[in-house]
């Protein structure tokens, strides 16, 4: 069965940084799309970043310049390094490739 594990979430001041993983096994990271996604309290999951098999990423509009997806090929991990928090960015964070999702990792930025 396929498995996403994300970590690293916490609490941060606004301004701060942070870098989630996301480990996945019985898959291939750098065979597939995957993307990170939040959801804030009383919202709708969205799409934070993407990274296709490829290489290609794309962000959304509130976190461009700030977040930088990547992934680990030897360590099969995917990463968001989230730089310049905001309070805005509270959320909790999902790993995701295709149909399968991780458990999530809360952020919450403090003003």
């Known amino acids: 069965q396929v498995q996403l594990v994300e970590s690293g979430g916490g609490l941060v001041q606004a301004g701060g940084s942070l870098r989630l993983s996301c480990a996945a096994s019985?898959?291939?990271?750098?065979?597939?799309?995957m993307a990170w996604y939040r959801q804030a309290p009383g919202k709708q999951r969205e799409l934070v970043a993407g990274?296709?098999?490829?290489?290609?990423?794309n962000y959304a509009d509130p976190v461009k310049g700030r977040f930088t997806i990547s992934r680990d090929n030897a360590k099969n991990t995917l990463y968001l390094q989230m730089n310049s928090l905001k309070p805005e960015d509270t959320a909790v964070y999902y790993c995701?490739?295709?149909?399968?999702w991780g458990q999530g990792t809360q952020v919450t930025v403090s003003s």
């Open positions: 995701n490739t295709a149909i399968v």
């Open positions: 019985r898959i291939i990271v750098r065979l597939r799309a």
């Open positions: 990274i296709t098999s490829s290489g290609s990423t």
